[in-house]
């Protein structure tokens, strides 16, 4: 038998490995804070917009 015959594995290019790798770790980094979520949507702000100004 000849070696092309056979289905050899193919080797996946690095930045497909590197695209999962980061995938996976991201999977695993417990999520943020509750306020570094509100500071990131910018809802702090959206409630300083609704509270009445101080006369």
């Known amino acids: 038998m000849d070696k092309c015959d056979k289905q050899q594995p ?12 980061k995938a996976e770790l991201e999977q695993r980094r417990p999520p943020p804070d ?12 959206l409630r300083l917009c ?4 101080p006369r």
């Open 10 to 21: 193919v080797q996946p290019g690095k930045e497909l490995v590197r695209k999962w790798l």
């Open 34 to 45: 509750p306020e570094q979520i509100r500071r990131e949507l910018g809802w702090d702000m």
């Open 50 to 53: 609704r509270e009445p100004l």
